[in-house]
């Protein structure tokens, strides 16, 4: 799909805690903006560092400030086992953030980890499906695949971002919304996680990249007009922006 360059900011910060303060500020500040634009937020959620790195969320005074009643949260990503498993990026959320504010039950959408890999990325679409059609979540009119309102990203080692690996397939799905992979070279293998076409539909996208480990690829996918990594592909219909620490940026 053809796809024009995303507007980009790029904000560096000394510390990962100075990230995770600015985070907390932004994510804050966009919940407001799109709830009087349109009455809910929809958010997309990572696994991994991410979540650590929302911590202030749950303080003092986004805790008070931020009406919870009118987000939905979604995953980017899974890992195909049980919600309450120690790999599930539900339960990382759970755990960190969502036990610790009032979002209503149902307006949280997890996985159905009683599947197959196949099995559960076909339900995942299908429960997207019944949002569109119920108006609850709504398409992009310049993509047509469901459009969120911000999706908060990390990125590994290799590149990745949701669970699209280099040399892997996923990557490269036009059609589906939610695809599968079964041998993900970080484990554990089986996952489901949502396609660039989906990923690109977004109207605000966070790149939240801390440590020293990640700053060969950061400096590949930002520094290269070539980068074949993953999250070179990275580019929402609105604004991009990557919160990276001192060590992140260091080859930049
Ligand atoms: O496996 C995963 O890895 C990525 C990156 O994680 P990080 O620990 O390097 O921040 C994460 O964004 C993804 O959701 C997760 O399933």
Same mark, same amino acid.
């Given at each position: 799909?053809?796809?024009?360059?995303?507007?980009?900011?790029?904000?560096?910060?000394?510390?990962?805690?100075?990230?995770?303060?600015?985070?907390?500020?932004?994510?804050?500040?966009?919940?407001?903006?799109?709830?009087?634009?349109?009455?809910?937020?929809?958010?997309?959620?990572?696994?991994?560092?991410?979540?650590?790195?929302?911590?202030?969320?749950?303080?003092?005074?986004?805790?008070?400030?931020?009406?919870?009643?009118?987000?939905?949260?979604?995953?980017?990503?899974?890992?195909?086992?049980?919600?309450?498993?120690?790999?599930?990026?539900?339960?990382?959320?759970?755990?960190?953030?969502?036990?610790?504010?009032?979002?209503?039950?149902?307006?949280?959408?997890?996985?159905?980890?009683?599947?197959?890999?196949?099995?559960?990325?076909?339900?995942?679409?299908?429960?997207?499906?019944?949002?569109?059609?119920?108006?609850?979540?709504?398409? %992009?009119?310049?993509?047509?695949?469901?459009?969120?309102?911000?999706? $908060? /990203?990390?990125?590994?080692? *290799?590149?990745?971002? &949701? +669970?699209?690996?280099?040399?892997?397939?996923?990557?490269?799905?036009?059609?589906?919304?939610?695809?599968?992979?079964?041998?993900?070279?970080?484990?554990?293998?089986?996952?489901?996680?949502?396609?660039?076409?989906?990923?690109?539909?977004?109207?605000?996208?966070?790149?939240?990249?801390?440590?020293?480990?990640?700053?060969?690829?950061?400096?590949?996918?930002?520094?290269?007009?070539? %980068?074949?990594?993953?999250?070179?592909?990275?580019?929402?219909?609105? $604004? /991009?922006?990557?919160?990276? *620490?001192?060590?992140? &940026? +260091?080859?930049?």
């Amino acid at each position: 799909m053809a796809s024009e360059k995303a507007k980009k900011t790029i904000l560096k910060f000394d510390t990962e805690d100075d990230v995770a303060v600015a985070l907390a500020k932004y994510t804050a500040d966009l919940s407001q903006r799109f709830i009087q634009e349109k009455g809910s937020f929809n958010v997309v959620l990572s696994g991994g560092t991410l979540i650590d790195t929302m911590r202030y969320l749950t303080q003092a005074p986004h805790k008070e400030s931020v009406d919870w009643s009118k987000w939905s949260i979604f995953w980017l990503d899974e890992r195909v086992v049980p919600l309450d498993h120690k790999d599930s990026n539900y339960k990382l959320a759970y755990d960190g953030f969502l036990s610790k504010v009032s979002i209503p039950g149902g307006q949280i959408f997890p996985i159905n980890d009683k599947k197959s890999p196949e099995g559960a990325a076909e339900d995942y679409e299908a429960l997207h499906r019944d949002l569109v059609e119920r108006k609850i979540l709504p398409l %992009s009119d310049a993509t047509g695949f469901p459009k969120f309102d911000l999706m $908060l /990203l990390g990125m590994g080692p *290799d590149g990745h971002v &949701a +669970s699209l690996f280099p040399n892997h397939p996923q990557r490269n799905e036009e059609e589906r919304w939610v695809t599968f992979i079964t041998n993900s070279p970080k484990p554990p293998p089986p996952r489901i996680t949502y396609t660039f076409p989906v990923i690109n539909s977004s109207s605000e996208i966070a790149m939240v990249v801390t440590g020293a480990e990640l700053a060969t690829a950061v400096k590949d996918v930002l520094g290269n007009p070539n %980068s074949n990594l993953p999250a070179a592909e990275v580019s929402p219909q609105g $604004l /991009l922006t990557w919160f990276l *620490d001192k060590d992140a &940026a +260091s080859k930049l």
